[in-house]
């Protein structure tokens, strides 16, 4: 079974950075591409940010670009999503998430095979 753990969220003012974890571990495959998603209360889940295994494909979504990157760490099987600037309408809980295979980044939740539990992330004013 492959887990997918994240960390990092917590509560922050407006204009501040975090820094989310996701660690991935379990069944090893190979290659594995990974994505950021939110979901904020009442609203569909949205992608936030996808990286392909090689890291030679990155795409970041219409709303945090500028702001959020994502990035990852093979050797440490581990993905990261550094957000800056944080604004009121981040808030949300933040999941991790994986597909397999060594193909683009992809910005449909469906297309992913495994998911984190997600953590809060709450912007405060």
């Known amino acids: 079974q492959v887990q997918l753990v994240e960390s990092g969220g917590g509560l922050v003012q407006a204009g501040g950075s975090l820094r989310l974890s996701c660690a991935v571990s379990?069944?090893?495959?190979?290659?594995?591409?990974a994505g950021w998603f939110r979901q904020a209360p009442g609203k569909e889940r949205e992608f936030v940010a996808g990286?392909?295994?090689?890291?030679?494909?990155?795409y970041h979504g219409e709303s945090v670009k500028g702001r959020f990157a994502i990035s990852r760490d093979n050797a440490k099987n581990t993905v990261y999503l550094q957000m800056n600037s944080l604004k009121l309408e981040d808030t949300a809980v933040y999941y991790c998430?994986?597909?397999?295979?060594?193909?683009?980044?992809?910005?449909?939740?469906?297309?992913?095979?495994?998911w984190g539990q997600g953590t809060q992330v709450t912007v405060s004013s």
């Open positions: 998430a994986a597909f397999v295979g060594s193909g683009s980044p992809r910005p449909n939740a469906f297309e992913y095979d495994y």
């Open positions: 379990g069944r090893t495959f190979s290659r594995y591409g």
């Open positions: 990286i392909n295994w090689s890291v030679g494909s990155i």
